[in-house]
């Protein structure tokens, strides 16, 4: 066990290879990293190669989060970064009939365990100067017709980390969600050959982790980053929505 001035960080969906990527850079920072996911064979590989932590955790459940989050309290004494990753496809087409398992799964694993993650994490890091990132998705950002469930958890996902961002940065927390597009990993699936025929480019995962510390370094509270082949990862620009006319304009409704 190292001792609690060890920085501690836990990564969701570790085993995946974002998580990976991103938990190889917390630990080349000397953080002690807890790898948490479904998959144990793959959490506890990834945990020997950065020398940290495994759990084998379905963050779609409260009670396996938590459980997680314990466990970097016990591993390391302390908690200072999570990163919310986890995250899957559903399979389903626009004209689909609902599968509502495979609904509520997506749901469950993109959109849930955000908000268990939050929870559960928030008491450990309150006042700490502790750091939040949510991998959401570009899909969060411009509607992908091609999976529209995951693009509906993806915008839900970054609609409540701008809501959670003051709030959360009043307690000395800071949340941001990072947004990538198209990347090289398991959850484009049968995606990958339409891409690849649309000469589509795809990320490496070690891109969106270098994206990934530059959230970590400067995002800001409630910011979005989008993360784009060939370009240097950003806060995307929310334009403001008109605000009232009429009555209603002096009658106190918020803008």
């Known amino acids: 066990m190292t001792g609690p001035t060890t920085p501690a960080a836990l990564v969701t969906g570790g085993a995946g290879g974002l998580g990976r990527a991103f938990a190889r850079r917390l630990a080349a920072r000397g953080y002690g990293v807890v790898i948490a996911d479904r998959d144990a064979d793959g959490a506890a590989e990834v945990a020997t190669e ?7 955790a379905d963050v779609s459940r409260p009670e396996q989060t938590v459980a997680a989050v314990r466990a970097a309290l016990d591993a390391y004494g302390r908690l200072d970064v999570v990163a919310l990753n986890a995250g899957i496809g559903s399979g389903l087409a626009a004209t689909d009939p609902l599968d509502l398992e495979a609904y509520r799964r997506v749901v469950g694993v993109n959109q849930d365990a955000v908000v268990y993650g939050v929870d559960a994490a928030l008491p450990h890091l309150r006042g700490a100067g502790g750091r939040i990132v949510v991998t959401a998705s570009l899909a969060g950002l411009v509607p992908m017709p091609a999976d529209p469930l995951y693009s509906l958890t993806k ?6 980390v701008r809501a959670l961002g003051q709030p959360l940065a009043d307690l000395g927390v800071t949340i941001t969600a990072l947004c990538p597009g198209f990347a090289d990993t398991a959850i484009l699936g049968p995606l990958r050959e339409p891409l690849a025929g649309m000469g589509m480019p795809l990320m490496t995962p070690d ?17 979005a980053w989008f993360v784009q082949p060939g370009r240097d990862p950003e806060p995307y620009g929310f334009r403001g929505v008109p605000g009232p006319r009429g009555p209603a304009a002096g009658a106190g409704v918020p803008a």
């Open 50 to 56: 950065v020398g940290g932590t495994p759990v084998t």
């Open 155 to 160: 915008t839900a996902v970054v609609g409540y």
């Open 207 to 223: 891109e969106v982790g270098d994206a990934f510390l530059a959230v970590l370094d400067g995002g800001r509270p409630g910011e």
